[in-house]
């Protein structure tokens, strides 16, 4: 049941951020909606880069109890990533006849989280993981 909960309260708070994250872009852009797919660039990448930090902690031999690693990984940063409004953006980008941008923006997605991923979990290791 701790389980359930962990991952319970990890979705709900990684959902909230995840919407203060695309408000306070549009807020800062005027509220020009055209630039909320920066807001899901900036969760997918960031929300990968904590992903590599933890599975890099993890895999260096750091320990977290399982209720905080599922609170983490699978509620928070579930929530806060979000790949099917990555691909809802890709289709409104390519329906506004801005082909280039949505390949853009796809590429820079993916690519920069999957570096960004890489990149914290080799910093991990080189820490030592657990200390």
Known sequence: MIIWLAIALGGALGALTRYGVSQAVIMLNDSNQATAPL???MVNVIGSGLMGV???YLSAGGMLS???R?????GFLGALTTFST?????MVI???GAILHAVVYAAVSVAG???IFMLAVQMMRSFGGAG
């Open 66 to 68: 399982e209720a905080l």
């Open 113 to 115: 989280s999957v570096l």
């Open 39 to 41: 807001a899901t660039v």
């Open 54 to 56: 933890i599975y890099g």
């Open 94 to 96: 390519i329906d506004r």
């Open 86 to 90: 990555f691909s809802m953006d890709i």
């Open 70 to 74: 599922v609170f983490l990984m699978v």
